[in-house]
């Protein structure tokens, strides 16, 4: 599933090709019903031909098109969607489900094999973004303002990460890399990191992103950037879908489990809990329970 590189990588590629362009028709496969959420196409169609694209943006894993009258088009890749540039005259794409022509003889084609992709029309970027989370890259966040956010939580710290209300754009194969290189087990409750595992990972989160932007996010399957060619991160993954390979740090054999229903990659032996120094009266408690199991 596209995240935060794979979407930031295919903004960079639109951006100056759909900037000032404007919107001569729009069509979308009547087989795609979800993609619209039960909008008619007629209403997209209203709200978008005639429009001119005044900016794209980006915000957690989400393309955020400005338009001319004030709205915006947000579209969400979720699994498998795929957003390219095209000539109209190129043949179509495998699995295309609509498309946006646009006036200088291009297309913005949408390609879905399994068909969740969302496109909505809001009348203002807020409706979205005001329920993300900070991004672990923006230049705003702070190392402590990360740490409370997973100050006191009990989940799991995988969790708390693919969390999009408490931060945006990570995911599964991003979460997975920041934790290795944190040295943090994915399954520990966020809140019981030690103040110094709270700050590796925040500034692992930041360079996994970073990387994964620089080479232009990761394609294990489905992902293309906006002209449909494929990103390169897949090839330096240190534990991602690496299961039974032995780690490239300590030789051990990567581990595969379920944290957050998801599945989940780590070094046993690198990614040690990483918990905080227990208070003398918890130490207690748990010496006890320690007696009583014998
Ligand atoms: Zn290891």
Request: aromatic content about 6%; some cysteine; overall charge positive.
């Amino acid at each position: 599933m596209p995240e935060l590189p794979e979407v930031e990588t295919i903004r960079r590629d639109l951006e100056p090709l759909v900037t000032g362009r404007s919107v001569v028709d729009v069509e979308v496969d009547p087989g795609t019903i979800g993609l619209l959420a039960g909008v008619p196409l007629e209403v997209l169609r209203a709200n978008l031909v005639g429009r001119t694209i005044r900016s794209l943006g980006r915000r957690g894993k989400y393309l955020l098109f400005e338009l001319d009258d004030g709205r915006w088009l947000v579209v969400h890749l979720r699994m498998t969607g795929r957003l390219v540039w095209r000539p109209r005259a190129a043949p179509p794409e495998a699995y295309q489900r609509a498309v946006i022509r646009l006036d200088d003889g291009h297309d913005l084609r949408w390609s879905d094999l399994r068909k969740f992709g969302t496109w909505r029309i809001h009348a203002s970027a807020g409706e979205v973004i005001d329920r993300l989370g900070p991004e672990p890259i923006d230049a705003g966040l702070s190392e402590a303002a990360f740490c409370r956010v997973l100050a006191g939580r009990r989940a799991p710290v995988k969790a708390v990460l693919l969390d999009q209300r408490r931060f945006a754009g990570l995911g599964n194969i991003y979460v997975d890399e920041a934790l290795y290189a944190a040295r943090i087990r994915p399954d520990t409750p966020a809140g019981d990191l030690s103040r110094a595992a709270m700050g590796r990972l925040y500034r692992a989160c930041r360079e996994v992103l970073e990387r994964g932007i620089a080479h232009r996010g990761a394609s294990f399957r489905d992902y293309v950037d906006g002209q449909g060619n494929e990103g390169q991160q897949h090839m330096f993954v240190q534990v991602f879908r690496r299961t039974g390979k032995p780690c490239y740090a300590c030789g051990t054999p990567i581990a595969r489990s379920i944290v957050g229903g998801r599945a989940t990659h780590y070094c046993p032996r690198c990614q040690r809990a990483a918990r905080r120094p227990r208070r003398a009266s918890e130490a207690r408690v748990a010496g006890e329970e320690g007696r009583d199991a014998g």
